[in-house]
């Protein structure tokens, strides 16, 4: 029987989870380099989980000095089956209050100051992000937050932008025009490369404030955001908890979005051209694909 093993990302205001046995710590180093932090594995039931302050614990790093290969594949080497990140997100529509939930299921990806592949050096993949999160994995997130008490919704599209600055006016009035329902600084390039480490990947993003659209309020500020945050880390922690217990006793079956075995159809160079170098490396993230 297969087993579930979550990988649990935390962003900003959610740097521990609740409620973990046999919890120990790891100091961990990829071909990436080192994640944002130690890996903390632990278990609820029988469902392992890895969990992974995205920003490190004390939120050292900004959202562009995230080593976000580093973190995939510390979870893939971990042997994290689908991963799930909660993260703090300003909302550009009126329906998203600060405290809502999004199991958002499209991006838009607006960062640039980032690495955004594994790929590359002698060895290419092209993986489609056409559907960039696991359905299965996303309406299970939000079914679990619901049932802690969150207001949840499914479904939306969350623009990332680079930061570490809040948004101009003109750029919030922008991605409202684009049809975005959220903006954050983090779910890119994080869910790319979790799509090419064949990682099932979903999303909460929780609603902390208005972004500056709303010119009647006061623009976005970390003070305000933090109050919100204290109130969605507390849900946050909460829905992790009842999503591992949901899962205890469950067996895991592949995606049914073909995310398990998505390199199949993304390798395109000739095997004789590929760099010996750079497919050493590739191992950790992709040794299925690749042949051990």
Known sequence: MSKWTLGIIGGSGLYEID????????????PWGAPSDALVHGRIGDVKLV??????????????EVPYQANIAALKMAGVTDVLAISACGSLQEAYAPGDFLAADQFIDRTFA????????????????????????????ADVAEAVGARVHRGGTYIAMEGPQFSSLAESKLYRQWGCDVIGMTAM?????????????????????YDCWR??????????????????????????????ENLSGTERTPSPDGIDTCL???LITAEAARN???????????GRALGG
């Open 51 to 64: 969990f992974l302050p995205r920003h490190g614990r004390g939120h050292r790093l900004s959202p562009s």
């Open 215 to 244: 010119e009647e309020e006061e623009a976005v500020t970390v003070t305000n955001v933090l109050e919100v945050m204290a109130r969605n880390s507390a849900l946050g922690r909460k829905a992790v908890v009842k999503l591992a």
């Open 19 to 30: 409620g973990l046995e046999d919890r120990r710590e790891e100091t961990v180093e990829t």
């Open 276 to 286: 010996p170098e750079t497919i050493h490396k590739l191992r950790a993230i992709a």
């Open 264 to 266: 199949d159809y993304a």
């Open 114 to 141: 980032r690495a955004k592949t594994f790929f590359g050096e002698g060895m290419v993949a092209h993986v489609s992000m056409a559907h960039p999160v696991c359905s299965r994995f996303s309406a299970m997130a």
């Open 189 to 209: 390039p994080e869910a790319k490369l979790a799509r090419e480490a064949e990682l099932p990947y979903a999303v909460l993003g929780m609603v902390t404030d």
